[in-house]
């Protein structure tokens, strides 16, 4: 069970963020009501919400879940890769030091962002992308290995984040798309096969008793429903002109 979840509202800088899309300049009004959308969507969920205010200073802040890996026993703290975000670490700091005794860094030259890191149980898995580098990986599973949970480290090819592509809804199940598909790492799991077509809802979360998806993915919603998921399906447009999709948006505990 998650009890609580931190998020970070957007600002009106999230414009001038980093993108490699060509999904066209985010609505700002679309924006606020989405993320305003997705809390409450995670209220719905059971969960106790934390808040932060918007940080003009770092456009991409909104995106959390690329600062910390938080998780029921410990938290890390990460050290993003993309040089524009590397400091937002630094204000979320605070909010993660009122919920966890002990946190764990990822340090120089080390690089992870919390999106190439994917929990299922006592297990992660961890991308090496263009944001996480060999040495954050190694770090984060140093870590990891010393309080009981194991690491596997995934070289990414296409994805731009590990959580990309994939999502971990319970029950020894996975929601993975492209690269994934067909990896051995995941061989041992019951999988929800995402086509090319849909493969921006492969990222979505459980939190609890729903699964949270991207709406505009029909297959995908019959697909969790029929194997008896609660589905809650939310508007991620303006997110997803800058890369952003449901997981990104929150640190989940
Ligand atoms: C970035 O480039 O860092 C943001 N525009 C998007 C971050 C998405 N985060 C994630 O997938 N965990």
């Known amino acids: 069970m998650f009890k609580n979840v931190i998020v970070k509202n957007p600002g009106n800088s999230f414009v001038n963020g980093l993108t490699t899309s060509d999904l066209g300049k985010p609505i700002l009004e679309k924006l606020f009501e989405q993320h305003a959308q997705y809390v409450e969507a995670l209220k719905k969920c059971g969960v106790e919400v934390t808040q932060l205010a918007a940080d003009e200073a770092f456009p991409d802040s909104t995106f959390v879940e690329d600062t910390a890996v938080l998780t029921s026993e410990f938290a890390i703290i990460s050290n993003p890769g993309a040089e524009a975000r590397n400091r937002e670490i630094e204000a979320m700091e605070p909010a993660i030091q ?24 006592k297990k992660f898995y961890v ?103 609660q589905t809650i399906e939310l508007n991620m447009s303006e997110f997803r002109k800058h890369d952003g999709g449901l997981s990104c948006l929150s640190l989940r505990f």
């Open 98 to 121: 009122q919920f966890y005794d002990k946190i764990y860094y990822i340090k120089a030259p080390g690089t992870l962002d919390g999106g190439d890191v994917l929990q299922a149980e």
């Open 127 to 229: 991308g090496i992308s263009d944001r996480t580098n060999e040495e954050g990986a190694r770090q984060f599973k140093e870590i990891v290995e010393k309080v009981g949970y194991e690491a596997t480290i995934i070289p990414l090819k296409e994805f731009f984040h590990l959580k990309t592509g994939i999502a971990y809804v319970g029950e020894n199940r996975m929601v993975l798309a492209g690269e994934f598909v067909d990896h051995p790492a995941f061989a041992s799991y019951d999988k929800i096969i995402i086509p090319k077509e849909d493969e921006y809802s492969a990222n979505c979360i459980q939190v609890n008793d729903y699964v949270i998806i991207p709406a505009g993915y029909p297959e995908t919603n019959r697909k969790l429903i029929e194997l008896g998921y």
